[in-house]
């Protein structure tokens, strides 16, 4: 017989050009909490917040949807930033010690965030830096930073001050809020000292003795408050003529008199009825010995003291307060508190403080994600039911809450024109229903599993409520809960018919549970039913978890999804698929052990088949097991030694006849050698996949109701279902009976089953087309099944089950394919053209999109790293061509395959700019900055930074002179850097000799360089 090759024809410029208007790959916004928050600021003039990480990115928010990411070139950990206030610009300082300035730029209508300079501060990188100062050790420099077109230089005095005793590192800067030219520099030591930049002499000293934290002013400019080590903080009086302060006017030890956690941080906020204060507490800042473990900050005004208990550690908070200098108070309406974990907004303007629910930034980790299922398209009735069933469960903790306070920008992205819902599964079992539809990840309803079994969940609320008759007065806040009661209460598969509103949860103990929505308070019982998979099949001993014991009685549920019903799986394994069809009242559920079909309407299970292999014996032991037989595994090993022996010569002599075959054939792809899969592998039997279909099965004129099951052995099940009519559901009963059985050349794990009409289109959903929603599918022309496994897709025609096309993956492409899904892409030229293509990723990390149902190969996209095994085990595709992965256990990373429908944060943030030859001061920079814009081309900055190394002032007092510390009973006995001796005033004059010293030498070089700037410019 003579072999025919033809070479293959070029690409089809016509086909190519309608591949551009349908596929292209885009990431397009990350949605949940930063992993590893590090920094906060906040712009008041422009209501902007910002984040940094530890792994280098700086994330934008402001009113809902508008959203910035910038990402600095070095994997570093961003340890401060700050805004200029009211410009859209931000300076951001990481630990490699480099300096970056950020602009909000707009373009076509929006608004990006782009990175437009950096400068390498000296010093070794990786010491903490303190204030928007680099701090290299304990000293006091003013540096001169000038950018001259794409230069850098920078001035500092090459002077050092030996001495004795160290003044301790600075460790607050805060800028007068009435006078800009006037700094407060706080010492480690205690030592404070008011600054004036104009006359460059110190206006006044304070003493204090503990070692200092930080640092705030009043509004007015009179006092400020400085928080120290030993958990307390004092008001000091700002006199012009008292040059030198000895005591603070007042001192205050809240939780006192026991040794108490250090105050790293205060806030100092004036009202009508008085001042609020918050202070941050490190490890909790309670007593030592009784509350040093806790993560704490407290909120004192007047006689009201509320201690804010959070689950993880608190990294930095700031206030929303008026800026209006002509107002006399601050008024502050909202406390931010940014955590480890979450980000709580406390609402001060509203008695008892309570918390305001976030729009964007909800923690998906609250507890682990296990699982999600992803809805496009739902219907508004559905919609608005899961809304108002959110609402109430909600409804005592938002009422009277006021707004969100960060509302900066707006979006200027157009509505989606559809509804979208993300499900996510949770190690406590929980379901939590989010709004996909937009930028921001929404929170609509939690659905709750626990309620369901006997376990101990209700603890937390007994800890509540003895926490609030004793001291302090804690008060849980936060939704962040890493740990779960039972590890068996963890959803493993969700399913959801949207237009009936049924639910499918299952979980890690082999739990399947049946909801319905209902809009109204429910009192009723569960109905429970059993499935035994192994169909008491000899010689299986379940070694794994029991079963989750149900509640008995009579259970309240709220309005939302309530079960129906409960089955229990036998042995109560993980399930690991999960279908519903809502039309014929069934559901089909997998384990590790076989699978099962189940009548939620008569209560009745319908069908159980056990898929094990006699060598299964590792699909006993359960996840949760840890038991492994060592003898087993040594024999497997042993065995693929010496099958690969064997097959040594046989395979030498293949390779050669394949070198021959590749000469005689050059233009016939290459493929690798895939070879067929042990049948006694371990977890043979596990159930990767079930769906239901209306099709053919039996014979090629006769379509009806089929359930198609695909395992880890590359087996697939396909029953021909009898179901009855809609009248006559509660007479008779579901009947199954098996039609065909495949068995793939290689076993190779089943991943996805579909079943493709006449015309080659998925099949509508259930009551989709009894409700005029969808195309009713081709029932004239032969039906196909397309099989994904791991290594190849396969189209069948249906019902002989004869191949009909196939794509070998891992011989091609040398990947194996983990998620599959079937996308309708839509043109961007025209509407009313799309095409059905399936879409894979593989173990590599990279997308495959192919047509349907000839598999011909579209496209292709590097989209996850291969190391993140954990994002592409996550990853959830739509039906829209969209898709969702973790990018850590906090953040899903969205990203789109359709050219048409991209779901991206379009906003735009009005920034008041100037672009002149005049010179800008901006003063209102806290903490530490004070810069300066000049020709466009040349800005100054006035850096602060301390170090030992060089400045080491010796200060005594003489006892003439001075008068008695503060005594502190909560002094920190290990602390190294505490005061003794004396301070004496002709210390203080050396020091401040020193210091005008260095400013006049800053001042000269700087004058010169800026001269010669001006002069080259």
Not at 623 to 640: G, T
Not at 753 to 770: H, T
Request: aromatic share 8%; charged share 20%; net charge negative.
């Amino acid at each position: 017989m003579m072999k025919f090759r033809f070479r293959r024809q070029g690409n089809d410029p016509q086909r190519e050009r309608i591949k551009q208007e349908l596929f292209a790959f885009n990431k397009t916004v990350e949605h949940g909490f930063p992993n590893q928050p590090s920094a906060l600021a906040y712009d008041p003039q422009l209501q902007l917040m910002a984040i940094g990480t530890k792994s280098g990115a700086i994330k934008v928010y402001g009113a809902p949807g508008v959203e910035f990411t910038g990402l600095h070139k070095d994997t570093a950990a961003v340890t401060q930033i700050h805004f200029l206030s009211g410009q859209g610009r931000i300076l951001s300082l990481l630990d490699d010690n480099s300096l970056h300035l950020w602009e909000i730029g707009g373009k076509e209508g929006h608004s990006y965030l782009e990175e437009v300079r950096s400068f390498s501060l000296p010093g070794r990188p990786g010491i903490e830096s303190t204030r928007f100062v680099f701090k290299t050790g304990f000293e006091l420099f003013f540096w001169g930073l000038y950018c001259i077109d794409e230069g850098i230089s920078i001035i500092s005095p090459d002077l050092q001050y030996k001495c004795g005793k160290s003044l301790g590192p600075v460790e607050a800067l805060q800028e007068h809020p009435q006078q800009a030219e006037k700094i407060l520099i706080g010492y480690s030591r205690g030592l404070v000292v008011l600054w004036d930049l104009n006359t460059r002499h110190v206006d006044n000293l304070f003493l204090g003795k503990q070692q200092l934290e930080s640092l705030v002013w009043e509004r007015s400019g009179n006092t400020f408050v400085s928080s120290h080590s030993d958990g307390g903080y004092l008001v000091w009086t700002v006199n012009s003529s008292t040059p030198c302060t000895h005591q603070p006017t007042t001192s205050t030890i809240p939780y006192g008199p026991f040794p108490c956690k250090a105050v790293n941080k205060i806030l100092w906020r004036t009202t009508e009825t008085g001042c609020v204060n918050a202070a941050q507490r490190t490890v909790g800042g309670m007593p030592r010995a009784s509350y040093g473990d806790r993560h704490c900050l407290t909120i004192l005004q007047d006689s009201t003291h509320v201690t804010l208990d959070f689950t993880s550690r608190v990294i930095d908070f700031f206030t929303v307060h008026c800026i209006d200098q002509e107002k006399e108070y601050d008024d502050p309406t909202s406390l931010v508190v940014l955590l480890e974990e979450e980000l709580v907004v406390i609402d001060l303007a509203t008695p008892g403080w309570p918390t305001i629910p976030s729009p964007y930034l909800a923690p998906l980790h609250s507890s682990a994600i296990t699982c999600s299922y992803h809805i496009s398209n739902v219907p508004s009735k559905l919609w608005e039911r899961i809304i108002t069933a959110g609402q109430s469960q909600s409804a005592n903790q938002t009422h009277g809450v006021g707004d969100w306070p960060i509302c900066g920008g707006r979006s200027v992205a157009p509505e989606s024109k559809q509804k979208e819902l993300l499900l996510t599964g949770h190690e406590d079992g929980t379901v939590r229903f989010w709004d996909a539809s937009g930028v921001s990840l929404q929170p609509l309803y939690k659905l709750s599993t626990a309620n369901i079994f006997q376990t101990d969940c209700d603890h937390n609320d007994s800890l509540t409520q003895a926490g609030e008759e004793e001291w302090p007065p804690f008060r849980k806040v936060g939704c962040f809960d890493p740990y779960s009661d039972d590890p068996r209460l963890g959803i493993q598969k969700i399913c959801l018919c949207k237009y009936s509103g049924k639910l499918v949860v299952a979980g890690t103990a082999g739990q399947v549970i049946v909801m319905y929505l209902s809009d109204e308070k429910s009192d009723h019982m569960i109905d429970v039913a059993t499935v035994d998979l192994l169909q008491d099949r000899e010689g299986f001993t379940w070694k794994g978890h029991d079963r989750l014991p149900p509640k008995t009685g009579s259970v309240v549920f709220a309005p939302g999804f309530q079960p129906v019903v409960l089955v229990q799986c036998i042995p109560p394994a993980a399930v690991t698929a999960v279908t519903l069809h809502a039309e014929w009242n069934l559901i089909a559920f997998g384990t590790s052990h076989g699978f099962g079909l189940f009548d939620y309407h008569r209560r009745a299970p319908v069908l159980a088949r056990c898929t094990l292999h006699p060598n299964d014996s590792l699909a006993m032991e359960g996840p949760l097991s840890r038991v492994k037989s060592l003898k087993k595994s040594l024999r497997q090993s042993f065995r693929r030694i010496r099958k690969s022996r064997v097959s040594g010569k046989k395979r030498a002599v293949q390779e050669a006849n394949a070198q021959l075959a590749e000469q005689d054939a050059e233009m016939a792809p290459v493929q690798r050698r895939i070879e067929a899969r042990s049948a006694d592998d371990s977890l043979s039997g596990v159930v990767r996949c079930l769906c239901f279909a209306d099709t053919f099965l039996r014979d090629g004129t006769h379509h009806g109701p089929t359930m198609w099951a695909g395992t880890n052995s590359g087996s697939v099940y396909a029953y021909a279902l009898e179901v009855p009519s809609q009248e006559k559901f509660s007479e008779q009963s579901v009947e199954a009976v098996l039609g065909k059985e495949i068995q793939l050349m290689h076993r190779a794990p089943v991943v996805s089953i579909a079943v493709l009409d006449g015309r080659g289109n998925p099949l509508p959903e259930p009551y989709e087309v009894s409700r005029d929603l969808a195309k009713a599918p081709d029932m004239q022309g032969s039906h196909s099944v397309l099989i994904a496994s791991e290594e190849q897709f396969k189209v069948f025609m249906l019902p002989k089950v004869s191949a009909k096309t196939k794509f070998k993956l891992t011989a091609h492409e040398g990947c194996r394919v983990r998620k599959v899904a079937l996308v309708t892409f839509t043109s961007v030229s025209s509407e009313e053209y799309c095409e059905n293509g399936l879409v894979c990723l593989t173990n590599l990390g990279d997308i495959h999109v192919f047509s349907v149902p000839a598999l011909r190969p579209q496209v292709r996209y590097d989209c996850i790293r291969k190391e993140d095994i954990s994002g592409i085990a996550s990853c959830v595709f739509t039906k829209t061509g969209q898709g969702f992965y973790l990018i850590s256990p906090s953040e899903y990373e969205r990203f789109s395959l359709s050219a048409r429908v991209i779901t991206e944060p379009l906003c735009q943030v009005d920034v008041d700019r100037l672009h002149d030859l005049t010179v800008l001061r901006y003063s209102k920079l806290s903490h530490c900055l004070h810069l300066q814009f000049e020709h466009n081309e040349v800005f100054s900055c006035v850096i602060k930074i301390c170090s030992s190394k060089y400045l080491q002032a010796r200060m005594k007092l003489p006892s003439s002179v001075s008068s008695p510390f503060l005594e502190s009973p909560n002094s920190s006995a290990d602390l190294t850097l505490d005061t003794t001796g004396e301070l004496t005033v002709e210390d203080v004059k050396d020091f401040l000799v020193y210091v005008l010293h260095l400013d006049t030498l800053y001042v000269s070089c700087g004058r010169a360089v800026y001269e010669g700037a001006v002069n080259d410019s």
